[in-house]
């Protein structure tokens, strides 16, 4: 083994040789190439919908000349960065071989060797992708930097461009943010917690976690120490000095704007049209469906309805459903606590939102909101011997046959397994796949139960394709994509394809405002009956819950809002936590559409659709004797009647 790692070791020198000599040549002839731009290189504006910019990356006006920014934090940053920084020319060969020979060693990657220059190569302008041509032209610009700039240009432009979390790029916005002081101003111990973020924003943000921070710090104080800028003394001191950051304070900023900028930017690098390097395009200009009202309002309400000592977590995504456009999204409560962006990532058992894609499939078979099923404990036995036996909330059921509406209302366990098993488990996934979910969905008897895990924006488009009346769409946050000069990159393509029929979407839409009515109070209480005398607009309503998962996914003509809470742990929800969802949902959704009537976001009635009075809960037509009534919407041909059968008689031959 010793002689393997020496052999392996020798031709890494003889590979640094060659790089070396390579570099050497390479040098010249940068030198006398054209010179590479780098004060506007891969600068960044995203606009909201109103055109208005929510973030400028880069293209920040708080750039600082280097004799502006505080001598601590530039040692600091060198010391901890690039302590050879004004000696090489672009790579530091000797700490090239140092965490070469460490990492091959111990067998994995423990140090990293990119100097300054080489980080600001790659943010500058190259994507962040793991592979050989990424390496290739970062060595390339690396050099075509040194050769075109002096140090102190370089290091300026690093430090005014380098991200210190929070969406803040350049120390002067840093220093700002965190400290409320110019770059200038900072003292050692606030320069060393701020040169540490730019290694992990989303770990050694103090303000997200400050231990680490601490941690961090320490290691920076020490490697000044060792570079002979600072005493044992000014770090001790310095480490113990209190910091009082006043980004906690701050009340004008959005916490949840980034989880939306960190959606864009996922979404820019799926963009085959976005060339990986920026250098001939020397920045974008990236047009969102931001809607600023809307995220605020997801922000306030998310505030005001979960306790602030609560760990509980969120995520929520507003919708155009006719083009599938993003138009507001939070990832969890609070960016500066936690930067995982659930609304992007998470994939969570959806519980009975599941249903309304089992409805729709049953709709499609011939069954009317007024088919009914039995509301009845049952125990499913299968040819292979299992027996399944799935439970009502609260174990509470109507001992009586229910109507497909008033199986929507309560939400009944029962009747959706019913219908789930009677059309054939692959009815459900057909019309899942129709309109984009394409989560694993198994084809088991459990699954309208949401016993699947799906993302919320995946599930929030799927949705969408009912309440623009059968079109799929395709999620996104970006519009369109310009570069410095005008030219764009990318626009979306909003044509999308019908997929279901319009009037049983029609029909579905109207049979989920019944879950918060109170014409459907009988045995059972309708699962979102309290939001009744909240709601100003009519809305299509449907929750769902799982041990660890609470749902609230409701939408008219104009806009959806999709609301998950839960814990990071997958712990189970106290039902008292039920609430939080709910009125997160319908405070954001009635918000957004206060300054609309209900007439111009709800739906007209096809012309081959009928409306007509039944008995809310059996769903029959109604008599002289029929208590309550409530108007339900059927393809013409296809209203009830007082004969037609429960199909659990036509199961069983009765």
């Given at each position: 083994?010793?002689?393997?790692?020496?052999?392996?070791?020798?031709?890494?020198?003889?590979?640094?040789?060659?790089?070396?000599?390579?570099?050497?040549?390479?040098?010249?002839?940068?030198?006398?190439?054209?010179?590479?731009?780098?004060?506007?290189?891969?600068?960044?504006?995203?606009?909201?919908?109103?055109?208005?910019?929510?973030?400028?990356?880069?293209?920040?006006?708080?750039?600082?000349?280097?004799?502006?920014?505080?001598?601590?934090?530039?040692?600091?940053?060198?010391?901890?960065?690039?302590?050879?920084?004004?000696?090489?020319?672009?790579?530091?060969?000797?700490?090239?071989?140092?965490?070469?020979?460490?990492?091959?060693?111990?067998?994995?990657?423990?140090?990293?060797?990119?100097?300054?220059?080489?980080?600001?190569?790659?943010?500058?302008?190259?994507?962040?992708?793991?592979?050989?041509?990424?390496?290739?032209?970062?060595?390339?610009?690396?050099?075509?930097?040194?050769?075109?700039?002096?140090?102190?240009?370089?290091?300026?432009?690093?430090?005014?461009?380098?991200?210190?979390?929070?969406?803040?790029?350049?120390?002067?916005?840093?220093?700002?943010?965190?400290?409320?002081?110019?770059?200038?101003?900072?003292?050692?111990?606030?320069?060393?917690?701020l040169s540490g973020i730019p290694k992990s924003p989303s770990n050694y943000s103090p303000i997200v976690n400050f231990e680490l921070a601490k941690e961090r710090q320490y290691i920076i104080l020490k490697l000044m120490v060792e570079n002979g800028v600072i005493t044992e003394k000014e770090m001790n001191d310095a480490y113990n000095t209190e910091l009082i950051f006043v980004a906690n304070n701050e009340k004008d900023e959005l916490s949840t704007i980034m989880y939306y900028y960190d959606a864009v930017m996922d979404e820019l690098e799926t963009i085959e049209s976005i060339?990986?390097?920026?250098?001939?395009?020397?920045?974008?200009?990236?047009?969102?469906?931001?809607?600023?009202?809307?995220?605020?309002?997801?922000?306030?309400?998310?505030?005001?309805?979960?306790?602030?000592?609560?760990?509980?977590?969120?995520?929520?995504?507003?919708?155009?459903?006719?083009?599938?456009?993003?138009?507001?999204?939070?990832?969890?409560?609070?960016?500066?606590?936690?930067?995982?962006?659930?609304?992007?990532?998470?994939?969570?058992?959806?519980?009975?939102?599941?249903?309304?894609?089992?409805?729709?499939?049953?709709?499609?078979?011939?069954?009317?909101?007024?088919?009914?099923?039995?509301?009845?404990?049952?125990?499913?036995?299968?040819?292979?011997?299992?027996?399944?036996?799935?439970?009502?909330?609260?174990?509470?059921?109507?001992?009586?046959?229910?109507?497909?509406?008033?199986?929507?209302?309560?939400?009944?366990?029962?009747?959706?397994?019913?219908?789930?098993?009677?059309?054939?488990?692959?009815?459900?996934?057909?019309?899942?796949?129709?309109?984009?979910?394409?989560?694993?969905?198994?084809?088991?008897?459990?699954?309208?139960?949401?016993?699947?895990?799906?993302?919320?924006?995946?599930?929030?488009?799927?949705?969408?394709?009912?309440?623009?009346?059968?079109?799929?769409?395709?999620?996104?946050?970006?519009?369109?994509?310009?570069?410095?000069?005008?030219?764009?990159?990318?626009?979306?393509?909003?044509?999308?394809?019908?997929?279901?029929?319009?009037?049983?979407?029609?029909?579905?839409?109207?049979?989920?405002?019944?879950?918060?009515?109170?014409?459907?109070?009988?045995?059972?209480?309708?699962?979102?009956?309290?939001?009744?005398?909240?709601?100003?607009?009519?809305?299509?309503?449907?929750?769902?819950?799982?041990?660890?998962?609470?749902?609230?996914?409701?939408?008219?003509?104009?806009?959806?809002?999709?609301?998950?809470?839960?814990?990071?742990?997958?712990?189970?929800?106290?039902?008292?936590?039920?609430?939080?969802?709910?009125?997160?949902?319908?405070?954001?959704?009635?918000?957004?559409?206060?300054?609309?009537?209900?007439?111009?976001?709800?739906?007209?009635?096809?012309?081959?659709?009928?409306?007509?009075?039944?008995?809310?809960?059996?769903?029959?037509?109604?008599?002289?004797?029929?208590?309550?009534?409530?108007?339900?919407?059927?393809?013409?041909?296809?209203?009830?009647?007082?004969?037609?059968?429960?199909?659990?008689?036509?199961?069983?031959?009765?």
């Open positions: 083994m010793k002689r393997f790692r020496k052999f392996i070791f020798n031709m890494f020198k003889i590979i640094i040789c060659f790089v070396v000599t390579f570099i050497c040549i390479g040098f010249l002839y940068v030198k006398f190439s054209p010179k590479v731009i780098i004060n506007t290189a891969n600068s960044m504006v995203l606009y909201d919908s109103n055109n208005e910019s929510f973030f400028k990356g880069s293209e920040s006006k708080e750039w600082i000349s280097l004799d502006d920014i505080s001598d601590h934090l530039i040692n600091a940053t060198i010391s901890t960065e690039d302590k050879h920084f004004y000696k090489h020319f672009g790579f530091d060969f000797l700490r090239i071989l140092k965490a070469c020979y460490i990492n091959i060693k111990n067998g994995k990657t423990l140090q990293g060797a990119s100097t300054i220059t080489q980080q600001y190569a790659k943010n500058l302008f190259l994507d962040f992708d793991k592979t050989w041509k990424r390496k290739w032209d970062e060595l390339w610009y690396t050099l075509r930097i040194e050769a075109n700039y002096k140090k102190d240009e370089i290091l300026e432009g690093y430090l005014n461009t380098i991200n210190y979390g929070h969406g803040k790029y350049g120390i002067e916005n840093a220093s700002k943010y965190y400290f409320n002081k110019s770059a200038s101003e900072l003292s050692l111990a606030e320069a060393s917690i060339p990986n390097s920026y250098n001939n395009i020397n920045g974008l200009k990236i047009y969102t469906n931001l809607d600023i009202n809307a995220q605020k309002e997801l922000e306030k309400n998310i505030a005001d309805s979960i306790p602030s000592d609560s760990s509980i977590q969120t995520s929520a995504v507003m919708m155009n459903p006719k083009t599938g456009g993003i138009i507001a999204l939070v990832g969890g409560r609070d960016y500066n606590k936690s930067s995982y962006n659930r609304a992007t990532s998470s994939l969570r058992q959806v519980g009975s939102t599941m249903k309304p894609f089992l409805y729709y499939a049953a709709l499609e078979n011939g069954f009317t909101t007024s088919s009914s099923f039995t509301s009845e404990a049952t125990t499913f036995s299968f040819n292979d011997q299992e027996d399944y036996s799935p439970k009502n909330y609260n174990n509470v059921y109507g001992e009586k046959p229910i109507s497909m509406a008033a199986a929507v209302a309560y939400s009944d366990n029962i009747y959706a397994v019913k219908t789930h098993l009677f059309l054939g488990t692959d009815a459900l996934v057909n019309v899942a796949r129709r309109v984009g979910i394409n989560a694993k969905l198994e084809e088991v008897p459990s699954l309208p139960l949401g016993t699947n895990e799906i993302n919320i924006i995946e599930l929030s488009a799927g949705y969408a394709a009912f309440a623009n009346l059968g079109y799929k769409v395709s999620p996104h946050l970006i519009k369109k994509v310009v570069d410095s000069k005008g030219n764009v990159l990318y626009e979306v393509d909003n044509n999308n394809d019908l997929v279901l029929n319009s009037s049983l979407a029609f029909i579905l839409n109207n049979m989920l405002t019944v879950t918060y009515d109170p014409l459907f109070i009988d045995y059972n209480y309708p699962t979102g009956v309290s939001l009744a005398p909240k709601l100003t607009h009519t809305y299509s309503l449907k929750s769902g819950t799982t041990y660890g998962d609470n749902w609230n996914i409701g939408y008219n003509s104009d806009v959806l809002c999709a609301v998950w809470v839960g814990y990071d742990d997958n712990r189970v929800l106290d039902t008292s936590e039920y609430k939080y969802s709910q009125n997160i949902w319908y405070k954001s959704i009635e918000a957004y559409e206060s300054d609309k009537s209900n007439d111009e976001v709800w739906y007209n009635v096809p012309k081959n659709v009928s409306g007509m009075f039944v008995d809310p809960i059996s769903g029959k037509p109604i008599t002289n004797e029929t208590d309550k009534k409530k108007l339900m919407y059927f393809i013409k041909g296809t209203e009830p009647e007082v004969t037609d059968p429960v199909f659990d008689e036509i199961l069983t031959g009765n």
